[in-house]
């Protein structure tokens, strides 16, 4: 079974570009986040989708970002325009939906993002 | 509001010894609780978790973790370390008060020397 895939790997962009990072969940996981990680600091979630709904975007830090799920497959977060605060490794995760058990969130290998 | 703490930026240890590595909690209902392992040039990779029962949670690659709730703590251990290890490991919580997110530490990096 493949795993959460994320593309691009890494990106290198100018202050004022537009990125747009993809993530591929497991198949069949209907929930996906998003998270990010700043140079040595803590993991901070960023929101969830449970199939094509946001179900929480408390860690959005501002409209410069846009996340989708169209479908309710592949998701996408598009930064633009991107700030030099923006860099960092973006994770993405996914896990099953189930009202009986928590669940296990499963990680993609991140994109890791720089802004000059 | 939740929060992680993982006290020491880097754990040291020689292979074959006993490896500890910290990670204490706040949360408003109860808790939780995972580990995840970042090796080089890798994600995160699941270690393993607490939902409720026995204290002693073990996992993938011979990692256990305690919990115990009166210290709000749940530390990962191996009795044995292997240079493999070497790693960079979070220590992450949720509760059961609704939204799914997890909180994470900062991380600690995990050292072992032959």
């Known amino acids: 079974e493949a795993g959460v895939t994320q593309f691009p790997s890494h990106s290198v962009i100018e202050k004022g570009q537009t990125v747009t990072l993809r993530c591929d969940p497991i198949s069949g996981h209907d929930n996906l986040y998003w998270y990010r990680r700043v140079m040595g600091k803590e993991i901070k979630f960023l929101l969830h989708?449970?199939?094509?709904?946001?179900?929480?975007e408390s860690g959005m830090p501002n409209n410069r970002f846009l996340a989708e799920r169209t479908g309710g497959t592949y998701s996408t977060l598009k930064v633009q325009p991107a700030e030099l605060e923006d860099s960092g490794v973006y994770f993405c995760?996914?896990?099953?939906?189930?009202?009986?058990?928590?669940?296990?969130?499963?990680f993609g290998p991140g994109t890791r993002l720089l802004v000059l | 509001a939740q929060s992680v703490a993982q006290p020491e930026d880097q754990v040291n240890v020689a292979e074959g010894n006993p490896l500890t590595v910290k990670c204490t909690y706040s949360v408003s209902g109860n808790p939780y609780l995972f580990w995840y392992v970042q090796y080089p040039n890798r994600g995160l990779q699941f270690l393993l978790k607490y939902i409720t029962g026995d204290n002693l949670v073990k996992g993938s690659y011979g990692f256990e973790a305690e919990f115990n709730k009166s210290q709000t703590s749940f530390h990962l251990k191996k009795p044995s370390a292997l240079v493999s290890d070497s790693a960079l490991y979070f220590c992450a919580v949720r509760d059961d008060t609704g939204f799914q997110k997890l909180v994470f530490g900062t991380g600690t990096r995990l050292l072992v020397s032959p």
């Open positions: 995760a996914s896990s099953q939906v189930s009202s009986t058990i928590v669940e296990t969130q499963y």
């Open positions: 989708f449970v199939k094509e709904s946001k179900q929480d």
